[in-house]
């Protein structure tokens, strides 16, 4: 299974809204409402912001949000924050009990 | 609160076994899929494998780059997950992490995660 396509890198400024693409198949991304995002800080835990799609979890702020259409699924940070400043990922669930992530897309507050 | 601390991780040749250890606690360890996660250097975060609660039979789903190779297991009343790693190369050199996954069946979302444990693989 191939890794879903992410941008390497977007960059904004404080109070700027950037958005991330996670682009897979008919077969991944398109067929299942299984997207969730991962945020990670380098040398820390990956921490759940979203799953389901759009399922923003308790705790995070309400500038995260996802979304899919069609086989693309994207992640809005709505007025960046220094502390966003991270690496973020996309999972999606590809069948046969298998999950795959895209590759990873540095965001970076100017 | 919720924790998730991995250990084990070691400098090892190419060839070689190694296990992993996943210690949780802050919740029912035995009601929980448990999965495995790892990331090169320099690269993104790659699914491993997963074991389903033993209530879901403990069965267990893996990756391809490692089945075959890699076994995961768990210990319900240590609260500890193992990833048994066999026959290593040195492309499995990574940080491995350990998480909790929501499901029991189709498991595709990881809401805790450890800080990693690293594996090099080097002759």
């Known amino acids: 299974q191939s890794a879903l396509t992410q941008p390497r890198s977007v960059s904004g400024s404080p109070g700027q809204s950037v958005t991330i693409s996670c682009t897979g198949t008919s077969s991944d991304v398109g067929a299942y409402k299984f997207v969730s995002w991962y945020q990670h800080h380098p040398g820390k835990a990956p921490k759940l912001i979203i799953k389901d799609v759009s399922w923003r979890l308790s705790g995070v702020p309400d500038r995260f949000s996802g979304s899919k259409s069609g086989n693309t699924a994207s992640l809005t940070i709505s007025g960046l924050h220094s502390e966003d400043e991270a690496d973020y990922y996309c999972l999606s669930y590809v069948g046969n009990y298998a999950v795959v992530f895209g590759g990873g897309t540095k965001v970076t507050v100017l | 609160d919720v924790q998730l601390v991995e250990s084990g991780g070691d400098l090892i040749k190419p060839g070689r076994s190694l296990r992993l250890s996943c210690t949780a606690s802050?919740?029912?360890?035995?009601?929980?899929?448990m999965s495995w996660f790892r990331q090169a250097p320099g690269k993104g975060l790659e699914w491993v494998g997963f074991i389903r609660s033993t209530l879901y039979g403990g069965t267990t789903e893996y990756a391809t780059s490692v089945k075959g190779r890699f076994t995961i297991s768990r210990d319900d009343p240590k609260s500890i997950a193992y990833l048994e790693m066999n026959s290593l190369r040195t492309e499995d050199t990574a940080v491995y992490f350990c998480?909790?996954?929501?499901?029991?069946?189709?498991?595709?979302?990881?809401?805790?995660w450890g800080q990693g444990a690293l594996v090099t693989v080097s002759s």
């Open positions: 998480s909790r996954g929501l499901g029991n069946v189709l498991v595709a979302v990881f809401d805790y």
């Open positions: 802050g919740f029912t360890f035995g009601d929980y899929t």
